[in-house]
């Protein structure tokens, strides 16, 4: 008969503060250990107690700094992460031409077929005008170019690409989504939401190892920047498969929270399948819905229309009652919905929709509303009421603070990113960046979060000040507020029987500076127990 394995050693960690919070207080207390077996904590206390119980157990001693909870990446998209480093890098741009510039460099590169690229925003070039088809053309030749704009929601083509999809002037705008035009109602090279998809379907699909690579690609750069967990928003069938076969393989290097592409064929498939509440490395946690497209494309759909172009009022990229029926099932099923809604119109109707799917599927779980970015005032008081997530990304704030104004207009700027309200009605926030529309570095989203300012200290004292969160709120939202948002009591917090996901970091982290603190690097790492390998990181002292 064979004799069953010895127990996990013990392992203690010692010397930094610990970032300790249930949830209604926090505080960093020093003198302070955390004892692990396997992929769990066992023991949370005062050092010199843990060193009496375990006087066996291995020790790492910290120098100094800060423990917390590993970071948990509320929204990203993993394998658009993985693929944005094999893409022409359009961010940062100053215009259309500079961007063309970075294409033709790129299309050098890489020889032959399609032309991709991504991270153009025409809001931070003169003129903020949409590029056109003509300044592509130049520098693409015969290839077809496919470039998607920095949120995703809309993509820059070229005259190659506009005949293969036999894109025309006599073209209708797809439902949710539209053809950009000119004067004489040619294309103009511009498609956004779901017209982007007349062009990308026919975009060839990566191979498995390809999309292994990618997955992969992204995983480790979350987990570079601190993070144990990922909530990955909007996964094909095709990335379910490859997500299935690398948990099987022990191969994840974090864990996973996977919410599926609203494709009906997808939800009859995994919906009859019961919800897993153990927290494991991969699984199936939800569906990722589309009310609308983003504010910077003018797809957000508005409750009245753009002030800065009044013809219209954004787009459904999603028939609300396909979301009404889609959502029901799926709470019925006990899955997970999360609801992309930018607009105010478009987070209006998302916040109906979830009360009226709670109300016939007495769900415990807390839906979601992803973005949830402008919000009327007594819109964003229901989200507490009605135990409703929502889901965050702080850094589109001081990414979008210039022009989100001219979108606006005056009379509903102050909808624009109301953090403060949805805490102060009770609702639970998760944090998240929207990786790769944003830089993942949640470093650089606690300090927006506190400033809403951008790193250059613009605007001045914050885009709408009131809204801003303390460093402790903030913190929250990264570790805690992730849990509560995935349903998880074992994440998210430094407490016996919780996942030993652990993140050191070599500063005190509630004395830095907002600047200091978007220049902090994660130190140590520890992933269900075990430690994993850094790139170097320099203190940010």
């Given at each position: 008969?064979l004799?069953?394995?010895?127990?996990?050693?013990?392992v203690?960690?010692?010397?930094a503060?610990?970032w300790?919070?249930?949830?209604?207080?926090?505080?960093?207390?020093?003198?302070?250990a955390?004892a692990?077996?396997?992929?769990?904590i066992?023991?949370?206390?005062?050092?010199?107690n843990?060193?009496k119980?375990?006087?066996?157990?291995s020790?790492?001693?910290?120098?100094?700094?800060?423990l917390?909870?590993?970071?948990t990446e509320?929204?990203?998209?993993?394998?658009g992460?993985g693929?944005?480093?094999?893409e022409?890098?359009?961010?940062?741009t100053?215009?259309?031409n500079?961007s063309?510039?970075r294409v033709?460099?790129w299309?050098?590169?890489?020889g032959?077929?399609?032309?991709?690229g991504?991270?153009w925003?025409?809001?931070?070039w003169?003129?903020k005008s949409f590029p056109v088809?003509s300044?592509?053309d130049?520098?693409?030749?015969?290839?077809?170019?496919?470039l998607?704009?920095v949120d995703g929601?809309?993509?820059w083509?070229?005259?190659a690409a506009?005949r293969?999809?036999?894109?025309?002037?006599?073209?209708?705008?797809?439902?949710?989504?539209?053809?950009?035009?000119?004067k004489?109602?040619n294309?103009t090279?511009?498609?956004?939401?779901t017209a982007?998809e007349?062009?990308?379907?026919l975009?060839?699909?990566p191979?498995?190892?390809?999309?292994r690579?990618?997955l992969?690609?992204?995983l480790?750069e979350?987990r570079?920047?601190g993070?144990?967990?990922v909530a990955?928003m909007g996964?094909?069938?095709?990335?379910?498969a490859t997500y299935?076969?690398?948990?099987?393989?022990?191969a994840l290097?974090?864990?996973v929270?996977?919410?599926?592409?609203?494709?009906?064929?997808?939800?009859?498939?995994?919906?009859?399948?019961p919800?897993?509440?153990a927290?494991?490395?991969?699984?199936?946690?939800?569906?990722?819905?589309?009310?609308d497209?983003?504010?910077?494309?003018?797809?957000a759909?508005l409750?009245?229309?753009?002030?800065?172009?009044?013809?219209?009022?954004?787009?459904w990229v999603?028939d609300?009652?396909d979301v009404q029926?889609?959502?029901?099932i799926?709470?019925?099923?006990g899955?997970?919905p999360?609801?992309?809604a930018i607009?105010?119109a478009a987070?209006?109707?998302?916040?109906?929709?979830?009360?009226?799917?709670k109300?016939?599927?007495?769900?415990?779980?807390l839906?979601?509303?992803?973005?949830a970015?402008?919000v009327d005032?007594l819109d964003?008081a229901?989200f507490?009421?009605?135990g409703?997530i929502a889901?965050v990304?702080p850094v589109?704030?001081?990414?979008d603070?210039?022009w989100t104004?001219?979108?606006l207009?005056p009379g509903?700027?102050d909808?624009a990113?109301p953090?403060?309200a949805?805490?102060?009605?009770g609702?639970v926030l998760?944090?998240?960046?929207?990786a790769p529309?944003e830089?993942?570095n949640?470093?650089?989203a606690?300090?927006?979060?506190e400033?809403r300012?951008?790193p250059?200290?613009?605007?001045p004292g914050g885009?709408?000040p009131?809204?801003?969160l303390?460093?402790?709120e903030?913190?929250?939202?990264?570790?805690?507020?992730?849990?509560?948002a995935l349903g998880?009591?074992?994440?998210?917090r430094i407490?016996?029987?919780?996942v030993?996901?652990l993140?050191?970091?070599?500063?005190?982290?509630?004395?830095?500076?907002p600047?200091?603190?978007?220049?902090l690097?994660?130190g140590?790492?520890?992933?269900?127990g075990t430690?994993?390998n850094?790139?170097a990181a320099?203190?940010?002292?």
């Open positions: 008969m004799m069953a394995p010895p127990p996990p050693s013990i203690l960690i010692t010397g503060d610990l300790l919070d249930d949830g209604r207080t926090d505080e960093v207390k020093a003198a302070q955390v692990l077996r396997g992929p769990r066992v023991e949370v206390g005062p050092e010199a843990l060193v119980h375990y006087p066996k157990a020790r790492v001693e910290l120098k100094g700094g800060t917390l909870p590993a970071f509320g929204h990203a998209h993993v394998s992460l693929i944005a480093k094999l022409a890098d359009l961010s940062g100053k215009d259309s500079d063309a510039n033709k460099a299309a050098t590169e890489h032959d077929g399609w032309i991709r991504r991270g925003d025409q809001n931070r003169p003129g088809v300044e592509l130049a520098v693409s030749g015969s290839r077809p170019a496919f998607t704009r929601h809309a993509a083509v070229n005259s506009l293969l999809a036999g894109i025309s002037a006599t073209t209708p705008d797809p439902k949710g989504g539209r053809i950009v035009r000119d004489n109602g294309p090279g511009v498609l956004v939401d982007v007349l062009v990308s379907v975009i060839p699909m191979s498995e190892s390809e999309r690579n990618q992969l690609e992204g480790r979350l570079n920047e993070f144990a967990a990955d996964v094909s069938f095709q990335e379910l299935r076969a690398l948990a099987s393989e022990n290097p974090i864990r929270f996977a919410y599926l592409s609203h494709d009906p064929k997808l939800l009859v498939q995994e919906l009859k399948q919800h897993s509440r927290t494991a490395f991969f699984q199936v946690q939800g569906v990722k819905f589309y009310m497209g983003a504010l910077g494309s003018r797809g759909r409750t009245l229309p753009y002030s800065d172009e009044p013809s219209t009022s954004g787009l999603t609300p009652a029926r889609d959502v029901t799926t709470m019925k099923a899955y997970q999360a609801i992309h607009g105010d987070n209006r109707t998302a916040l109906d929709i979830l009360e009226a799917a109300r016939s599927s007495h769900s415990a779980g839906p979601r509303i992803e973005h970015q402008i005032a964003a229901r507490g009421k009605a409703i889901s990304q589109h704030c001081t990414s603070h210039a104004p001219a979108r207009g509903r700027v909808e990113f953090w403060r949805f805490l102060d009605g609702a998760a944090f998240g960046s929207d529309v830089d993942p949640p470093y650089i606690l300090a927006a979060a400033t300012e951008d250059e200290g613009d605007p885009f709408l009131g809204q801003k303390t460093r402790v903030a913190l929250r939202a990264y570790t805690m507020g992730n849990a509560r998880r009591k074992d994440m998210g407490q016996k029987g919780a030993a996901d993140l050191w970091v070599n500063s005190p982290i509630l004395a830095l500076s600047t200091e603190l978007r220049s690097r994660p140590r790492l520890w992933v269900n430690e994993v850094l790139p320099p203190s940010a002292h």
